[in-house]
């Protein structure tokens, strides 16, 4: 699905970027960082920073097992989820440049750390779940439903100054 063209200025058409799945889960398998939203069982809502690893289109947080992330995401089952992307390099550590984001929708499964087949773990996600905290972890498995929704994948740094430029959508499954 393209990208509608907005206008920006004096009649300067700007269009973001047209991504598809596999260029925005490229982007998430580079990185780290996400942060993972959720409501309690009261509707209060919630968001944490967390540690992922990505495996076969869904991430994997490893999280203790009394957490409130624990306790409240098993009760849904659904979360949102930003991903944030490192931008601009050496660059940034001389000027703010903002993270480029890939935000989506999803369900989340809880399971005890320790009924998890230790061999069947992703090594990504097996490096976050050291021995001596699986008796003490959760992991949440995310599975990403619906699109992508990204702000500054795919495009310059000079263009992420306009949002119209930036936005972007892909399908979570091509």
């Known amino acids: 699905m393209a990208t509608p063209s907005r206008q920006h200025g004096a009649g300067t058409l700007l269009q973001g970027p047209r991504l598809t799945s596999a260029q925005v889960w490229r982007q998430i398998d580079q990185s780290s960082f996400a942060v993972i939203s959720y409501t309690t069982p009261a509707g209060q809502p919630r968001s944490s920073g967390v540690l992922y690893a990505a495996d076969g289109q869904r991430l994997y947080v490893v999280v203790a097992n009394d957490s409130w992330k624990a306790r409240h995401i098993a009760v849904s089952g659904r979360v949102a989820v930003t991903v944030t992307v490192r931008r601009g390099g050496i660059l940034s550590l001389l000027v703010p440049i903002p993270p480029a984001t890939i935000s989506f929708h999803g369900t989340a499964t809880v399971r005890a750390a320790n009924s998890v087949e230790t061999g069947s773990l992703p090594s990504r996600l097996a490096s976050l779940l050291p021995t001596e905290r699986r008796t003490?972890?959760?992991?949440?498995?995310?599975?990403?439903?619906?699109?992508?929704?990204?702000?500054?994948?795919?495009?310059?740094?000079?263009?992420?100054?306009?949002?119209?430029?930036?936005?972007?959508?892909?399908?979570?499954?091509?």
Not at 139 to 167: D, W
């Open 136 to 174: 003490s972890s959760t992991i949440i498995e995310i599975q990403p439903e619906g699109r992508f929704l990204t702000y500054g994948v795919g495009v310059s740094l000079l263009r992420m100054r306009h949002p119209a430029a930036s936005r972007a959508t892909a399908p979570v499954h091509d």
